[in-house]
């Protein structure tokens, strides 16, 4: 009954080193999200896109970049890794349509950057 | 830009005890209100939503939350909470397009036996 796929639960990468994070979804969702999770600072908003090809900057897009070259799934591209982007990584989907606005979240990727 | 204020990042509670968590945002315009829950180890659930209508949104596992205008607020209560209550929760806020939606910092709960 999985719906959205996050493609790895931890994950450790060297500094400077380029990351993808991939998320799919199955339930043909048109609005997919990424989101950090830190102690504290509770989730953030990385970037999110409401259509394919279609990309808009949250609230802290510094050093990510994203991909969504078909509807079910969703890339995080970390350019460069840096020791400040080790964190939890969830990635969430939700319809588009007026009224249902509730996400699906993912299982999260925990990135662990040395 | 909207912001959304949980006052309790800690709450401790025996079972049976009374709940309720502080729920605060900042857009002043229509919003959309959310609870979502995370137990230990689980991804994240929507607890309950608040789109329109009654201001008294009921969700699942007997959690309830009243949204008030006035006050900007949307705090959400539980008459008798149980061990399996122990999570964290946050309160999100949407408004205008694309359903992004703003979180808070999160409560976590802990309910003791």
């Known amino acids: 009954d999985v719906k959205v796929t996050q493609s790895s639960r931890y994950l450790v990468k060297r500094t400077g080193e380029k990351v993808f994070l991939e998320c799919v979804q199955d339930m043909d969702h048109e609005n997919m999200f990424w989101y950090r999770q830190d102690p504290g600072l509770g989730l953030r908003l990385i970037y999110f896109s409401y259509d394919v090809k279609m990309k808009e900057k949250g609230d802290i897009p510094e050093g990510y970049s994203v991909s969504r070259e078909k509807k079910e799934r969703f890339s995080l591209i970390l350019e460069s890794a840096s020791t400040n982007q080790t964190s939890m990584y969830l990635c969430?989907?939700?319809?588009?349509?007026?009224?249902?606005?509730?996400?699906?979240f993912g299982s999260g990727t925990r990135l662990t950057v040395v | 830009a909207q912001s959304v204020s949980q006052h309790n990042h800690h709450v401790i509670l025996s079972e049976a005890a009374s709940l309720e968590l502080g729920c605060n945002y900042s857009y002043g315009g229509t919003v959309n209100l959310f609870w979502y829950v995370q137990y230990p180890g689980q991804h994240l659930q929507l607890l309950l939503k608040y789109f329109s209508g009654d201001p008294l949104v009921k969700g699942i596992k007997g959690f309830e939350a009243e949204f008030i205008k006035s006050k900007f607020s949307f705090n959400l209560r539980k008459p008798s909470v149980q061990w399996s209550d122990t999570a964290e929760y946050f309160c999100a806020v949407s408004s205008g397009g694309y359903q992004k939606v703003t979180f808070g910092t999160g409560t976590k709960l802990q309910v003791i036996p």
């Open positions: 969430a989907s939700s319809r588009r349509a007026r009224g249902d606005y509730g996400y699906t």
